[in-house]
C-alpha cells in the first residue's frame, strides 16, 4: 500500500529475521529513540509507505524518511548505525594534558597550596596559576574523567602492624570454625565474642521527630540538647547465635567483668568445659593482665586476643553495625533510661531470630600474609 506520493527507487523486502529484530527494536522501552524511530521508518518503508506518508506518519521531513530507507537499502541493519564523526581536531596538546592530570595526582599541600584535597575548581585554579592553559571547568573534568581521577574523594586505611598478625588472626578463624591447636573443639566448648560500643548518646531533639508520610521522609529536628551518654556491653555466642548485653556508664575493667560475668553465671557456659572469648586491645581487657584476671575468675574460661588494629575480624562488631543502623540513627532520646530501655529491648528483639553469621574470612585467607 503506497499511501500516497512518489514511489522511491530504494524498495526494501524484509527477511523474517530481520523483522522481528526491527519490531522488537521498534518496541523497546529502553531503546535510544532515534534508534526506535528508524526501525519504524524501515517497517513502513518494508510494507510499502512513500517516504512522504512515512514522515506523515512519525511526525519526520520526507529527507529523513528517504536517508534512512535509502541506508538500509545499501548496507542492511549497519546502516541505521550513526556513523563515526571525526570531529575538530584536538585543541590542546597531549603533554598539556598530561601535565594537568600529573598536577590532580599531587597532594595539594606539596605544591604549597593550604588545602585537605582538590575541588575542581581549586584544581583549575592551580592549573591556571601555572601557566599551563587557560581551560573551563568543564573541560578539565573531561580530561579527568579519562582515567577515572577524582582528586576530591579520599579514602581512609591502616596498615596491621602487628608483627604477628597471621597467627593471631589464624586462632580466631580457626575457633569460628570450631577448631582450636589444630583439635576440633568439644561439643560443650563455647565460642564468645565480645567488645563495648562507647559514648552512645541521649541527645534530646528541640523539636519532636516527625513520622514520615506522603512524599515526605521522616524529619528529625537538626538542634538537640545532650542528655549524657552510656557505653553499651555485648557478648555474642558465635556458633549458638545467643546475646548478652548490659548498659554502664562507662567501659572499664569493671563493668567488662560484669558482662562477663553475667555470660559465666548462665548454662550452658558455667558448666563448658571451656568458654573462648575473643576480645580487641581495649583497655577493659588488654594485655596478659586482663587474662591472668579473667582466667583466675573463671577457671574455664579462655581469652584470645585479636591483632592489632582487627576489630573487623570481631564477629560482634557486626551486631553493633545493626545496632547502630537500626537503634541509635537517629538518636532522639528524651534520657539515658530511654537509651538504655531502647537498647535492650532491641537485644531482646533480635535474639529472638538471631542466625549465626556466615563468617567467611579464614586462615586460608591469610596464606602469604607478610607484615
Known sequence: MAHGGGRSPFQITLPASQRRWLKALARRGTAEHRQVTRARIVLLAAAGWTNRAIARKLGLAPNTAGKWRKRFSEEGVDGLRDRKRPGRPRAFPAA?????????????????????R?????????????????????????????????????????????????????????????????QEL??????????????????????????????????????????????????????????????????????????????MTTEPYASATRVFWIVDNGSSHRGQASIARLEGAWENLRLVHLPTHASWL???????????????????????????RRLL??????????????????????????P
Open 314 to 340: 570481631n564477629q560482634v562488631e557486626i551486631y553493633f553495625s545493626v545496632v547502630q543502623r537500626k537503634v541509635l540513627t537517629p538518636n532522639d532520646f528524651l534520657d539515658l533510661a530511654e537509651v538504655e
Open 96 to 116: 598539556v594534558i598530561a601535565a594537568c592530570k600529573a598536577i590532580a595526582c599531587e597532594l595539594p599541600a606539596t605544591r604549597g597550596v593550604p588545602l585537605g
Open 186 to 263: 568439644e561439643p560443650d566448648t563455647d565460642v564468645v565474642s565480645a567488645d563495648e560500643k562507647t559514648s552512645i548518646q541521649a541527645r534530646r531533639r528541640r523539636h519532636p521527630s516527625l513520622p514520615p508520610g506522603v512524599a515526605r521522609a521522616m524529619r528529625v529536628e537538626h538542634e538537640y540538647e545532650r542528655g549524657g551518654a552510656l557505653a553499651y556491653l555485648a557478648a555474642w555466642d558465635v556458633h549458638q547465635a545467643r546475646l548478652f548485653g548490659r548498659c554502664e556508664p562507662s567501659t572499664g575493667i569493671e563493668p567488662f567483668g560484669r558482662l562477663v560475668e553475667q555470660v
Open 118 to 182: 582538590w575541588s575542581l575548581a581549586e584544581l583549575r585554579t592551580e592549573v591556571l596559576a601555572t601557566g599551563l592553559v587557560d581551560i573551563s571547568t568543564t573541560t578539565l573534568w573531561r580530561w579527568l574523567d579519562e582515567d577515572a581521577l577524582k582528586p576530591w574523594q579520599h579514602r581512609s586505611w591502616i596498615f596491621p602492624r602487628d608483627p604477628d598478625f597471621a597467627a593471631k588472626a589464624g586462632v580466631v578463624g580457626d575457633l569460628y570454625d570450631r577448631v582450636f591447636q589444630g
Open 345 to 370: 529491648a532491641f537485644q531482646r528483639r533480635y535474639q529472638q531470630t538471631a542466625t549465626p553469621f556466615g563468617w567467611r574470612f579464614t586462615r586460608t585467607d591469610l596464606a602469604g600474609w607478610r
